[in-house]
């Protein structure tokens, strides 16, 4: 794709409720796609249901194996998940793009968009943080907040009692245990995905959840699909407003657990036939929560950390890329070498990020700005879903003026046994001027390179003189 053919590209509907998602379209015109990858589908995947008045063995099987279920007798009200479904189809698909983008709290696509990247989630919402209500204006945005409230009230229920009988197994520190569920605190995000004229496109790409948990109540509209086993396995929607919600498993039960419960990884598929309304909310442990187990194969970090974490990866590379880096994870006792860590220089006027990483990760593309990124990519990485041996290392530290780093980093995934490599191009003062970029694992190639602001020529400049035979294109 030639540089900046994404904004030739600008989808064009006469739909102007939507959002101006960009096309993945070739310069030849035919449409890529590379979000699919070569990552089989399968059939549609079998959930086991809790219910949460009594979840017993259910809950364990849930956890431990897929970090998914279903949840029946959850005592949210059927008429308040319908009022909510409605506010939100009159609030993001009856109104206009240009009144939704004034509106507080409203985002679409992913905030990488400002990298002029090709992969842009179909996807727009409002941003919900259920702990710090306002009195919500006489609107139809202020009509969404008040069943917000409501229905975050059953949320921060339904998070608390789940949450108790998840952890009761584990055999936690009474004291710690209190910190890792912040319930009342956590946020809603409204979705909707509109229909999409691409084949193939998802509405949102592969993650994990960084939360404790998250619970989904998909409309009548399907999309949601889990990686399970090597392949991405659709889960049907419950019966509407009516049916059971569904359950993830976030980054956080599984640090919590000591691996023992599993951060689902899942996305969505965006629909050319049907758009799909979503609610999820999502539970987090407190800030200061110091998140750590006997035995377990993470140092203790605390929930603040992590989510810094998250964010410098979200601001460098657009998206959460907790497992495509290499984790710091170490066994007790192991050491790091002593080498001290130069003090990251900070470009002037660019500030620190400030997002929730959540809200980063999915936030208005617009409020991102492009650019250099300015601090050092930290060595400080915790990756849940990481499985990888203990490691010593050197810290990092930046080139010498002139001079540009390239790291590279190779991953091995155990389940669907695929490889990824990625480059990163540091300059001093340890700026990220490029990187390569997989979203799904593929067997070893690197299939194309961001670069950060317009400055794509010098790691074009590096790779010529890199016998690189696995670099294939470079965009800005
Ligand atoms: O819309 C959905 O069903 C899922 C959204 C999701 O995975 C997320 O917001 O993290
Ligand atoms: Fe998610």
């Known amino acids: 794709m030639a540089p900046g053919s994404e904004s030739q590209a600008a989808a064009t509907t006469a739909d102007p409720s939507c959002p101006p998602f960009p096309l993945l ?4 015109g035919s449409h890529i796609n590379e979000q699919e990858q070569e990552v089989p589908r399968g059939a549609e995947l079998e959930l086991p249901t809790v219910d949460l008045e009594a979840p017993g063995e259910a809950l364990a099987a849930g956890c431990r194996g897929l970090g998914v279920f279903r949840l029946a007798n959850h005592g949210v009200p059927a008429a308040l998940s319908a009022s909510l479904f409605a506010t939100a ?3 993001l698909a009856e109104a206009p793009f240009s009144d939704k983008r004034a509106q507080p709290g409203y985002f679409w696509g992913t905030p990488a968009l400002s990298l002029r990247v090709r992969d842009v989630n179909w996807v727009e919402g409002f941003h919900i943080a259920l702990g710090d209500q306002q009195p919500a204006p006489a609107t139809p945005l202020g009509d969404l907040l008040d069943l917000a409230a409501e ?14 009988a998840l952890a009761a197994p584990l055999d936690l520190d009474a004291g710690q245990a209190a910190t890792y569920l912040a319930e009342r605190d956590g946020f809603l995000r409204v979705y909707r995905y509109p229909r999409c004229p691409e084949p193939g496109r ?11 948990l998250s619970v989904i109540n998909q409309h009548a509209v399907g999309g949601l699909q889990v990686h399970h086993d090597g392949a991405w396995r659709d889960v049907a929607p419950g019966a509407g407003e009516t049916g059971t919600l569904l359950v993830n498993l976030g980054d956080m039960a599984q640090a919590i657990s000591g691996d023992a419960y599993c951060s689902v990884r899942h996305r969505v598929a965006a629909s050319q036939a049907a758009e799909r309304l979503s609610l999820c909310y999502f539970a987090f442990p407190r800030d200061d929560a110091v998140i750590s187990c006997a035995g377990g194969r993470y140092r203790p970090f605390t929930y603040a950390e992590f989510r810094e974490q998250v964010q410098a990866d979200i601001k460098a590379t657009g998206s959460k890329v907790l497992d495509a880096r290499v984790t710091n994870t170490r066994a007790p006792g192991t050491e790091i070498a002593t080498e001290p860590e130069p003090e990251p220089e900070e470009a002037d006027g660019d500030p620190e990020p400030t997002e929730d990483a959540e809200e980063a990760e999915k936030g208005d593309p617009e409020s991102f700005q492009a650019g250099r990124r300015t601090r050092r ?3 400080r990485v915790y990756g849940p879903n990481w499985v990888c041996d203990p490691v010593i290392y050197k810290q990092w530290a930046p080139p010498p003026e002139g001079w540009v780093k390239v790291n590279v980093d190779t991953a091995l995934f155990a389940e669907s046994k695929k490889m990824e490599a990625n480059l990163l191009f540091l300059d001093t003062p340890a700026g ?26 010098r790691c074009t400049a590096v790779l010529d003189q890199l016998d690189c035979t696995i670099g294939t294109d470079i965009c800005t």
């Open 202 to 212: 998802l509405g949102m790409e592969a993650h994990t959840d960084s939360s404790v």
């Open 89 to 91: 189809r009159a609030t």
């Open 25 to 28: 379209e070739e310069e030849d």
């Open 151 to 164: 229905y975050g009230a059953h949320m921060a229920r339904v998070a608390r009692t789940l949450f108790d």
């Open 377 to 379: 990519p930290s060595s």
């Open 432 to 457: 990220v001027i490029g990187f390569s970029y997989n979203p799904t694992p593929t067997p070893p190639r690197i299939s194309r390179y961001r670069a950060m602001g317009e400055d794509c020529s």
